[in-house]
């Protein structure tokens, strides 16, 4: 895409509602913000059904031993790093499970590499390295929908038979038309012009919560709304481990804390051994026969 059909992008055309931003009050501006960040939610809305359809089948895959993984540039790639890394402590999933990549690798987290975004072979290097195959899932992450490292990746994850997703904020992005489920967001034009960390970020940070979520939560990661499969790091997981024994089971907080040390910190297990009254390897027997669910390994 050439430089004025980028300009001809939603994302980077001028709202003449806010063409005096540089000489509004403070006050004014936050209003003027919230006013417009107020948008992205019923943008989203409007694409819910692309995004079930897409989930759904990274499900399917994920069941079958698939991997998810998110490809970006800039703020794109920033927060899809950002939540395949809090996927590990919150769903204990492992650091291969969920993967991101951003173009110009781990350094561009901090400072822009230059003319990496460009490069559609860095993607297909990058995919090539982790060896994506048939049950993956390839998400490409774009504002513009049109970035050549992402759209390199969605081609090149088609060409290996994997699943391919697009979360754009630009109706018909190229991105989207590439990929098997086009989720295209629009957003409208920024308060700042051009400036997509805004409003695209945040309804893309929206769209890859719901996906990283459901689909945790269709795997199994959950009981109820319960977080069961918090990775127990620090004080305030094996804190939050034990508030959640408490409420899925009515237990005591003496009693949550002895079974989830008893677990080897493994809420799940803790659950189990309190509502069937068994012991932890009768429990973690029981929950891995039950494909680690634990309202099937109850009703079992």
Not at 64 to 69: A, N, Q, S, T, Y
Not at 83 to 95: I, L
Not at 109 to 132: C, F, H, K, M, Y
């Amino acid at each position: 895409m050439q430089g004025n059909q980028i300009g001809q992008l939603r994302t980077e055309q001028v709202n003449v509602k806010y063409e005096m931003l540089d000489v509004m009050s403070i006050s004014e501006l936050l209003h003027a913000m919230n006013e417009n960040d107020l948008e992205v939610p019923k943008a989203v809305a409007n694409v819910l059904k692309q995004i079930e359809d897409a989930i759904e089948d990274i499900v399917d895959r994920m069941l079958r031993g698939g991997r998810l993984i998110y490809m970006g540039a800039g703020t794109s790639g920033r927060l899809g790093v950002l939540d395949a890394a809090e996927c590990g402590p919150t769903f204990s999933v492992s650091e291969d499970q969920i993967l991101a990549f951003i173009a110009g690798g781990d350094s561009a987290l901090r400072n822009p590499v230059e003319g990496a975004e460009d490069d559609p072979q860095l993607s297909i290097r990058d995919l090539a390295s982790v060896n994506v195959g048939p049950l993956d899932t390839v998400v490409g992450i774009a504002a513009s929908g049109r970035t050549p490292y992402v759209v390199g990746a969605l081609k090149y994850g088609k060409s290996v038979g994997a699943l391919t997703v697009a979360i754009t904020c630009n109706p018909n992005s190229e991105a989207g038309q590439v990929a098997e489920h086009g989720i295209d967001i629009d957003t409208g034009p920024e308060v700042l012009a051009g400036s997509t960390r805004l409003k695209s970020g945040t309804a893309q940070k929206l769209v890859l919560n719901m996906i990283s979520t459901i689909t945790m939560v269709r795997l199994g990661k959950t009981f109820g709304n319960l977080m069961v499969d918090v990775h127990v790091t620090n004080g305030k997981l094996r804190d939050r481990a034990i508030r959640i024994i408490e409420s899925a089971t009515g237990a005591s907080h003496v009693q949550a804390e002895k079974a989830l040390e008893e677990s080897g910190y493994k809420a799940k297990i803790a659950i189990l051994m309190i509502l069937l009254n068994i012991d932890a390897p009768t429990a973690k027997n029981r929950l891995e026969s039950s494909f680690d669910r634990i309202r099937q390994a109850l009703e079992e």
